[in-house]
């Protein structure tokens, strides 16, 4: 049986548990689901107890296949929010990035220059998905918790014994000054909060003993802390040189390229975050992804696959459709919570199949502004792609067109987890460098389309940017 590292990948919607040999291999995975709780006042939540259940029996599962476990490493959706009692149990849910409460907080602080200095200095828009905005939501309410955590913090302390996060995932919360690494002290004036009350910071290499029995791994075992999906993704596709972005696309999607120091634009477009070993990431994440082309067909009473095949087959522009995907929001490069869909110019001779496929246009057309405000600070001259959406033809041909750049797809790719797997393997000293990832990470196909293709989509993008505009001044 081979050395492998387990990660503990914990999802929007699952914790999915892989074991990765030292090659970057998945040699076995477990996967277990648990509810987002969703209501019309903006609330987007998880139960931590029901996702530490699903973690530890994803764990059970995969520690029980012979392998020889190095080490356990961590990775998990960024921006959670969890208030913790005195005894370290949960006060409150889970608030994910989706929660949309802290709408009043936002705009107390955004477009402020305090709000402009908080971003510059944390690397974290001003939007509803930032931590720093949730504890000010929960401060304003006279609500206090003896600690403060995110999701992935709370399963570590639960496998340790140690609340802890990590420079990677801290940088997601608004409350971390990236020149200096530690906790910002305006920010947490905003916030409402102390330093004491948050758990205490580590680099993403760091690791701790585990304390929590798990059949198959003996205590003690080091429990790599890791870091926020976005970032290990980069890592789980081999995005870790310079000029090369990680597109990843599922319910949601996100564009990150690599850089040695951390940096956002002038203009407040994008996010800078941690993934370790000096390196960050900087990028957008938008908020609507695959869940538009589901959202279709469920309004359509149409099977998904069926449908993204009827969209394929139309033309490049939607016989004229141009959509705003915004079904949940958007957060860059617009940062705005209150965003809403449009769908612009349909006619009576349009079905099911043209809107589709002008809702699929307009989230990648989403992507290339975030690619647009990712090269005010960086290149990007290749770009490798990740996620579920890929699996039909038309997300991966419509992005390369909006990116004009071929996507090299890496179709089985784990993403995050191998990406905190990977991590943990530099923490054991077996990966002498995590650009080594580039190397690693091959991926399986490459996707391009022609230049009159790019064109189009080039022409038709600052159409996008001023129907926003537009529809914004009218709300």
Known sequence: MADVVLAIDLGTTATKVIAVDRDAGVVASAEHGYPMRTTPSGEATHDPEEVWGAAVRAL???????????????????????????????????????????????????????????????????????????????????????????LKDFVTHRLTGVLATEHS???????????????????????????????????????????FE???LPLGTPVVLGGGDGPMANLGVGAVVPGVAAVSLGTSGALRV?????????????????????????????????????????????????????????????????ALPYLLGERAPWW???????LIGVRREHGPAEITRALVEGVAQQLALVLD???????????????????????????????????EIAEDSEGSGVGAALLAWHALGDLSDLTEAARLI????????????VEHYARTRPLVARLYRALHELR
Not at 390 to 398: C, L
Request: aromatic letters at 6%.
């Open 60 to 150: 059970r599962e995969v520690a029980s296949a012979g392998h020889t476990v190095r080490a356990l490493s961590l990775t998990g959706a960024m921006h959670t929010l969890v208030g913790l009692g005195p005894d370290f149990n949960p006060v409150t849910p889970s608030l994910s990035w989706a929660d949309n409460r802290a709408v009043a907080e936002v705009a107390r602080l955004r477009g402020t220059l305090d709000g402009i200095a908080l971003h510059r200095a944390t690397g974290t828009p001003i939007h509803t998905m930032s931590p720093l905005v949730k504890l000010a939501w929960f401060a304003g309410r006279g609500f206090t918790a003896a600690r403060w955590c995110g």
């Open 169 to 211: 995932s801290a940088s997601a919360t608004g409350l971390l000054d990236l020149a200096t690494l530690s906790w910002h002290p305006e920010a947490l004036a905003f916030a409402g909060v102390t330093a004491a009350e948050l758990p205490d910071l580590h680099a993403p290499t760091d690791a701790l003993p585990l304390t």
């Open 214 to 216: 798990v059949p198959g």
């Open 258 to 322: 690599v850089r040695d120091r951390p940096a956002v634009d002038q203009d407040g477009r994008v996010f800078c975050y941690a993934i370790g070993g000096g390196l960050w990431v900087l990028g957008g994440a938008v908020s609507n992804g695959g869940v538009v082309a589901r959202w279709a067909a469920d309004t359509f009473g149409r099977d998904l696959p069926a449908l993204l095949d009827e969209a394929s087959r139309v033309p490049p522009g939607a016989a004229g459709i141009t």
């Open 336 to 342: 705005d919570p209150d965003a809403s869909s449009a």
């Open 373 to 407: 405000a990712v090269r005010s600070v960086a290149e990007v001259d290749a770009v490798r792609a990740t996620g579920g959406a890929f699996r039909g033809e038309i997300w991966a041909t419509v992005l390369a067109g909006t990116l004009g750049l071929p996507l």
């Open 442 to 453: 091959k991926p399986t196909k490459r996707v391009a389309v022609g230049p009159e293709v």
